[in-house]
């Protein structure tokens, strides 16, 4: 009998805490959706005029803020940054010091790096956010191509009309990912 009663105690207590937790759901946010690196993404979006919601949605999307990543295609550390984009950002923002290898393991070159290539395609794209990230995962050519065409306006509205799957769901899920931490740290 007091097994019995001990069970429907704990079952009882389990209960009420998934229903605090349901009802508090803004307790587990920033478990469920941590940022790492906050100090490294708040100087590099501050230097490069770039909210850094943005930048920590892009690492999330990722590379889940793992350092060490490299994609099947080559892409390489926090952003994944492909090596030849990473040496045009290099040589085109003055960076001194600083080679590809060093995307792979240090989390504050790899978010510079980035950081400074998401300003220039925000720039691009005539500070439209969303083409901008779109075209930070197809690459500017496509999007530019698309825009030109007809084929994509660059809104969020008209995402489905992105002729690469994989860069349609980029772009929803940076996007979901950028208001979830706008939400959570507005003073990133």
């Known amino acids: 009998m007091k097994l ?3 069970k429907r105690f704990y079952l009882i207590v389990l209960l009420i805490i998934c229903a605090v937790l349901f009802v508090k ?15 490294d993404i708040r ?18 999307s990722e590379s889940n ?3 060490g990543r490299e994609s099947r295609k080559g892409a390489l550390g926090l952003m994944q940054i492909m090596p030849s984009t990473a040496e045009w950002v290099v ?6 010091n600083v080679s590809v290898d060093m995307l792979r393991d240090r989390a504050d070159i790899s978010i510079e790096v980035g950081t400074w290539y998401l ?22 050519g496509n999007v530019r191509k698309w825009l030109n065409s007809g084929v994509w306006d660059g809104n969020l509205e008209t995402v489905k009309q992105i002729p690469f799957g994989e860069t349609r769901h980029y772009v929803q899920r940076v996007h979901y990912y950028y208001n979830k931490y706008k939400e959570l740290y507005p003073n990133m």
């Not at 100087?43 to 930048?55: F, G, H, K, M, W």
């Open 4 to 6: 019995r009663v001990r």
């Open 25 to 39: 759901s803004d307790l587990l946010a920033p478990i469920i959706y941590p940022v790492h690196f906050k100090d």
């Open 43 to 60: 100087i590099s979006a501050s230097n490069y005029n770039v909210e850094p919601q943005l930048v920590a949605a892009i690492i999330r």
């Open 119 to 140: 300003s220039s395609l925000v720039e691009q794209f005539d500070n439209n956010k969303i083409a901008a990230v779109a075209a930070y995962n197809a690459g500017p």
């Open 91 to 96: 040589q085109k923002a003055g960076f001194d």
């Open 65 to 67: 803020f793992k350092t």
